[in-house]
């Protein structure tokens, strides 16, 4: 398997994030990428390929252009305010406010274009996202062009990021954006399946009206777990996406054998779709050491998860997303790859 990593990640590093009422050091720092891209090498899993460049065009058929626009903005508008450290948000256009005018400010602007304060900017942090993006085309144009599957080492991640909004270390919904571009490639049929800890918030959001994406979500329940306010069962989609958006909450302390029943449920429930390719949204913060996570997957676990999506026969693109206990996230992440490969 051939796998799409950039350098550009490290830019976005050093951003502090708001956690139970303290600033701390963000979470989803580089050495997350760096040990999974490290595990690549060692597990000899095949050959680590540069992106290549793309315009924002794919980006802006999953996202809304003005939220696309102000990314790169963010950073030089926060510097000519006077300010350093980490651009962030801090007033949101929540319940009985207005969203519907867009304000000048950047202090305000970065409230209206995100959802809370977990995707911090600084100086770096434009190019990290931008290489992300590239790194998921040029993964997606392996498969495209054949491969039976990629590995899109992406960072920073990208599932709950919304049509018009960052928020939990997402800027640019690679996998949204991966899963498009399929379908304008000529893919009648997509599914995205999100194996992260969290909900995929954003990757719900976008396509939560269509039938021709269909999002699985295996997650914590977000009657107490981030991001809290989507992802609960009877969400099934709306409109001509009735039916094709399906979601698998599981309670704190979650282990193999309860997270797996869903797996296979949420296979099936693919097989039955008939996509022409499989996105996979591959966090491994349900590893039992994950220091922000309640599940309790094991090492062991990460293979089995690939032999299943490997015999579902289809062309497969792996996007990654989270996993915060660094020293084994690589060795999760690539369980997963090997496991598929296997399969
Ligand atoms: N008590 C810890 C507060 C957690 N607040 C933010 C959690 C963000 C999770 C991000 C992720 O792992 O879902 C992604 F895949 F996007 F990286
Ligand atoms: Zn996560």
Avoid at 138 to 156: I, Q
Avoid at 167 to 192: E, H, L, M, P
Wanted: one cysteine or more; a negative charge; charged letters at 20%.
């Amino acid at each position: 398997m051939k796998t799409i990593f950039s350098p550009l990640h490290a830019g976005h590093s050093g951003q502090m994030e708001l956690v139970a009422g303290e600033i701390v050091p963000g979470f989803e720092m580089p050495s997350r990428a760096e040990y999974v891209r490290a595990r690549v090498e060692s597990e000899k899993l095949g050959p680590i390929l540069p992106p290549v460049e793309h315009d924002l065009a794919a980006a802006k058929r999953v996202h809304a252009a003005d939220y696309i626009d102000f990314l790169p903005t963010v950073w030089p508008e926060w510097e000519k305010s006077g300010r350093g450290g980490s651009a962030l948000g801090y007033t949101w256009p929540t319940r009985g406010l207005r969203a519907d005018v867009r304000p000048k400010t950047i202090d305000a602007l970065l409230g209206y274009y995100s959802f809370d304060a977990g995707a911090p900017f600084v100086k770096g942090t434009w190019d990290a996202i931008k290489s992300s993006y590239d790194v998921a085309l040029t993964a997606a144009e392996l498969v495209k062009g054949g491969e039976r599957s990629a590995f899109a080492l992406c960072r920073p991640p990208g599932h709950h990021a919304g049509a018009a909004f960052m928020g939990g270390y997402c800027f640019i919904n690679n996998a949204a954006v991966a899963a498009q571009w399929f379908r304008d490639q000529g893919a009648k049929k997509v599914s995205i399946l999100d194996v992260d800890y969290h909900h995929g918030n954003g990757t719900q959001e976008i396509f939560y009206s269509r039938a021709d994406v269909q999002v699985l979500n295996l997650h914590g329940d977000p009657m107490s777990e981030y991001p809290f306010f989507l992802g609960h069962a009877d969400e099934r989609g709306a409109g001509e996406g009735e039916g094709f958006n399906i979601n698998y909450p599981m309670p704190p302390g979650t282990s193999w054998e309860r997270w797996s029943a869903s797996h296979e449920d949420a296979c099936a429930k693919l097989q039955d779709y008939g996509p022409d390719a499989v996105v996979v949204s591959l966090g491994v913060d349900t590893f039992e050491k994950d220091p922000i996570s309640q599940f309790k997957l094991k090492t062991e676990d990460y293979p089995k998860i690939g032999r299943r999506i490997a015999r579902l026969g289809l062309p497969t693109l792996f996007v990654m997303e989270g996993g915060y206990a660094v020293e084994e996230i690589g060795i999760n992440a690539v369980g997963v790859l090997t496991g598929f490969e296997e399969g």
